[in-house]
Every structure is written in structure tokens, then in C-alpha cells.
């Protein structure tokens, strides 16, 4: 059975810390995408990147990065120089190949203080 | 940018009553999605429609739900006899491919809210 666990509940930092968001997934299958949404206070759910489980390498984007390990099972995220902006609660997800749906984590609320 | 829209923003109803949640996907996207998510808790998914038929559904998705694709723009999704329990954030979610391939964007979402 999928599942994903997001084991920090909440993280708060001040403006220009890093800080990374943890996320550890479980599948049976070779064939799998991992996700991260952003869920800023105004509620709406913002795609933020898609992995699929035969390519390991680490994305950048901005201030954004994406640390995929398969011998780990993880998938952790990474702001780096964080800003208030980045306030949210942020979920990973789990696809696995021959299903439709994605599997939540509970999510991470992050904090960042000015 | 093209984006996922989904009418009304917040719904309240009464406990017995039907509801009918609207989506807009994104026109180019073939797959649609349903997912929910209780105040507090994390995103659920509902069910998956393709083609004009439901291609998956969680055991959340009993006989109390249904979808629909009235047009060629309108996803729908209906709940027969609302129940307290079914109060939370719906979301729509569309893809341009299945199973993963593709990413899903989400709509806005609408509040319903049970009394």
C-alpha cells in the first residue's frame, strides 16, 4: 500500500533561514511520481514539482530544491534564504504507476517570521 | 496561464440536501479529478473520470457521490444526501495525462459547509 509520511507537523523560522521539509514515502511499485504542493492561507492547492522514480536527480529551482533519495525512500524539499512568502503548508504526494490518484502526506505548515 | 476553476467558492447547505459542486477544468486536460479535504486534515482523493466514465474512486466515493461531464468544459460533482461528515474543502483537479505521467492542477477549491 502507498503511503507518505510528513513527519514535521510545523516549522518556524525566521526570513532568510533555510530549511528543509522532510518526506518519506512507501510503495511496493518500481514505477511511481512524487509530488510537492504548496497550500498557501488562501487555501488553493500550487503544484510545485513532479519526480518519477527512475530519475534521481536533483532539481533546483530559485530558491527551491528537490533532494530525491530511492535508498532512503525520500523526497525532501528544501527553501533556501526563506521568505515570508513561503508561508504554507506544503504536501508531498505519491502516484504510483498504475493508479489515478495521489496519496497525501499530512502536510507541513511553515512558518516564516519576518 | 490556463487554470482549474471551480464554482460556487463556498456552499452551505442543509444536512439531507443534495448539492451539485462545479468545475471548470483546463482545456486542453483529458483527466479529472475529485478530492477532498476535511478542516485540518490532508487532501483525500474522491475519484478519477476519463473518457466519460470514472476510471478510479476511493471507498470515500460510495453511492452517495457521483460526476459527471454535462458539456465540453463542465466537470461535476454531485452528492445525493449530504451528511455533517461530508463538510470540508472539495477540490478539481485536471491532467493532461494519466496515472502520474502528467501533473495535476488544482481548482481553488469550494467550501461546503453541512448544518
Known amino acids: 500500500a502507498q503511503k507518505v509520511t510528513q513527519a514535521q507537523t510545523e516549522i518556524s523560522v525566521v526570513e532568510k533561514e533555510d530549511v528543509t521539509l522532510d518526506c518519506v514515502y512507501e510503495?511496493?511499485?518500481?514505477?511511481?511520481?512524487l509530488f510537492w504542493y504548496k497550500q498557501p492561507p488562501s487555501g488553493e492547492l500550487v503544484f510545485l514539482i513532479r519526480?518519477?522514480?527512475?530519475?534521481?536527480q536533483n532539481e533546483i529551482s530559485g530558491r527551491y530544491s528537490w533532494n530525491f533519495q530511492k535508498s532512503t525512500s525520500s523526497f525532501n524539499f528544501t527553501i533556501t534564504a526563506s521568505q515570508v512568502v513561503d508561508s504554507a503548508v506544503y504536501f508531498c504526494?505519491?502516484?504510483?504507476?498504475?493508479?489515478?490518484?495521489?496519496?497525501f502526506g499530512k502536510g507541513t505548515k511553515l512558518t516564516v517570521n519576518p | 496561464e490556463p487554470e482549474v476553476t471551480q464554482t460556487p467558492s463556498h456552499q452551505v447547505t442543509q444536512m439531507g440536501q443534495e448539492v451539485i459542486l462545479r468545475c471548470v477544468p483546463i482545456s486542453n486536460h483529458l483527466y479529472f479529478y475529485w478530492y477532498r479535504q476535511i478542516l485540518g486534515q490532508k487532501v483525500e482523493f474522491l475519484v478519477s473520470?476519463?473518457?466519460?466514465?470514472?476510471?478510479?474512486k476511493s471507498e470515500i466515493f460510495d453511492d452517495q457521490f457521483s460526476v459527471e461531464r454535462p458539456d465540453g468544459s463542465n466537470f461535476t460533482l454531485k452528492i445525493r444526501s449530504t451528511k455533517l461528515e461530508d463538510s470540508a474543502m472539495y477540490f478539481c483537479?485536471?491532467?493532461?495525462?494519466?496515472?502520474?505521467?502528467?501533473?495535476?492542477?488544482f481548482g481553488p477549491g469550494t467550501r461546503l459547509t453541512v448544518t
Open positions: 483537479a485536471s491532467s493532461a495525462g494519466p496515472k502520474g505521467a502528467r501533473e495535476q492542477y
Open positions: 510503495t511496493r511499485d518500481t514505477t511511481y511520481y
Open positions: 473520470f476519463y473518457n466519460n466514465e470514472i476510471s478510479e
Open positions: 504526494a505519491l502516484s504510483e504507476g498504475g493508479s489515478e490518484k495521489l496519496v
Open positions: 519526480r518519477n522514480s527512475f530519475d534521481e
